[in-house]
C-alpha cells in the first residue's frame, strides 16, 4: 500500500474513511487476494489509531472485500466480477427510479441544481472531479425523488458500489458514466421521467459492462 500526502487521512478520520482508503486499494490492484491487512501499518500510514482501522475491517468483511481470521488477521479475498456487476446493475435500478420520480417532481430549485451540475460535469476533465459531480447529482435527486427516510437508508448502501472503484479500475466505465448522467440530467429537467428512468439503466449497465471487462482482463 502507499498514500500520498494529499490522500493521507487527518487524525479524526472515521471507519468509514479508512474503509474507503482499503475498498480503493482492493479495487486498483495494490492490494490483492490472499494480501494480509496489517492493522499497525495502515494505522502509521493513514496518521489514525488502530480503532478505526479495526472499524473499516469490520465494514469490509461485511461487504464481503476481506476475511478476518481469529489470531491470523484479515485477509483480501478475490474479486467477483458477477457481483459487481450485479451490485451496479441493482443501483442502476435504484436510480433509474429516483430519476423518474425527479422529473416528476421536478422544482425551480432542482432544475437549477441540475443546470449547474451539468455545466460543471461537461468541463471536469479528471476522474476525481466526475465522481464528485456524479456525488452532487446522485444527492440531488435523492432529496427530492425519495423519502428522507429513504434517503438515509441509501446513502448508507451506496459504499457497495462507490463510484471510485468504478474510477480505480475502468476509465471506460468514467466515460460513460459522466455521458450517460449528463443526458438523464436533461430528460430530468424536460420532466421526462420515463427516459430518464431508461437513460439511468442503461448507463449503468454499460458501466457494468466495461467494469467487468477491466477486472476480468486484470484477473487473466
Same mark, same amino acid.
Given at each position: 500500500?502507499?498514500?500520498?500526502?494529499?490522500?493521507?487521512?487527518? +487524525?479524526?478520520?472515521?471507519?468509514?474513511?479508512?474503509?474507503?482508503?482499503?475498498?480503493?486499494?482492493?479495487?486498483?490492484?495494490?492490494?490483492?487476494?490472499?494480501?494480509?491487512?496489517?492493522?499497525?501499518?495502515?494505522?502509521?500510514?493513514?496518521?489514525?489509531?488502530?480503532?478505526?482501522?479495526?472499524?473499516?475491517?469490520?465494514?469490509?468483511?461485511?461487504?464481503?472485500?476481506?476475511?478476518?481470521?481469529?489470531?491470523?488477521?484479515?485477509?483480501?479475498?478475490?474479486?467477483?466480477?458477477?457481483?459487481?456487476?450485479?451490485?451496479?446493475?441493482?443501483?442502476?435500478?435504484?436510480?433509474?427510479?429516483?430519476?423518474?420520480?425527479?422529473?416528476?417532481?421536478?422544482?425551480?430549485?432542482?432544475?437549477?441544481?441540475?443546470?449547474?451540475?451539468?455545466?460543471?460535469?461537461?468541463?471536469?476533465?479528471?476522474?476525481?472531479?466526475?465522481?464528485?459531480? &456524479?456525488?452532487?447529482?446522485?444527492?440531488?435527486?435523492?432529496?427530492?425523488?425519495?423519502?428522507?427516510?429513504?434517503?438515509?437508508?441509501?446513502?448508507?448502501?451506496? &459504499?457497495?458500489?462507490?463510484?471510485?472503484?468504478?474510477?480505480?479500475?475502468?476509465?471506460?466505465? &468514467?466515460?460513460?458514466?459522466?455521458?450517460?448522467?449528463?443526458?438523464?440530467?436533461?430528460?430530468?429537467?424536460?420532466?421526462?421521467?420515463?427516459?430518464?428512468?431508461?437513460?439511468?439503466?442503461?448507463?449503468? +449497465?454499460?458501466?457494468?459492462?466495461?467494469?467487468?471487462?477491466?477486472?476480468?482482463?486484470?484477473?487473466?
Amino acid at each position: 500500500m502507499s498514500a500520498s500526502s494529499d490522500s493521507r487521512l487527518k +487524525r479524526r478520520s472515521s471507519g468509514e474513511q479508512v474503509a474507503a482508503y482499503l475498498r480503493d486499494e482492493i479495487m486498483a490492484g495494490r492490494l490483492v487476494a490472499g494480501d494480509r491487512i496489517n492493522q499497525e501499518e495502515t494505522a502509521d500510514l493513514l496518521g489514525v489509531s488502530r480503532v478505526p482501522v479495526r472499524e473499516a475491517l469490520a465494514i469490509l468483511e461485511n461487504e464481503g472485500r476481506i476475511e478476518i481470521e481469529l489470531h491470523r488477521g484479515a485477509f483480501v479475498l478475490p474479486i467477483d466480477p458477477d457481483s459487481v456487476r450485479e451490485n451496479t446493475e441493482i443501483f442502476g435500478l435504484i436510480y433509474a427510479h429516483v430519476a423518474q420520480k425527479a422529473a416528476e417532481r421536478l422544482t425551480d430549485d432542482l432544475d437549477s441544481k441540475l443546470a449547474m451540475i451539468s455545466a460543471e460535469l461537461e468541463t471536469a476533465t479528471s476522474d476525481d472531479e466526475v465522481w464528485r459531480i &456524479v456525488g452532487e447529482y446522485v444527492d440531488a435527486i435523492m432529496e427530492v425523488g425519495v423519502s428522507k427516510r429513504m434517503n438515509r437508508t441509501l446513502r448508507k448502501m451506496r &459504499v457497495l458500489v462507490e463510484v471510485s472503484d468504478v474510477q480505480a479500475v475502468s476509465p471506460e466505465a &468514467v466515460e460513460t458514466t459522466k455521458r450517460g448522467i449528463l443526458k438523464t440530467i436533461s430528460l430530468i429537467r424536460a420532466g421526462d421521467g420515463k427516459r430518464a428512468s431508461e437513460n439511468q439503466i442503461e448507463t449503468q +449497465r454499460v458501466a457494468a459492462e466495461h467494469l467487468v471487462a477491466a477486472l476480468r482482463s486484470r484477473q487473466g
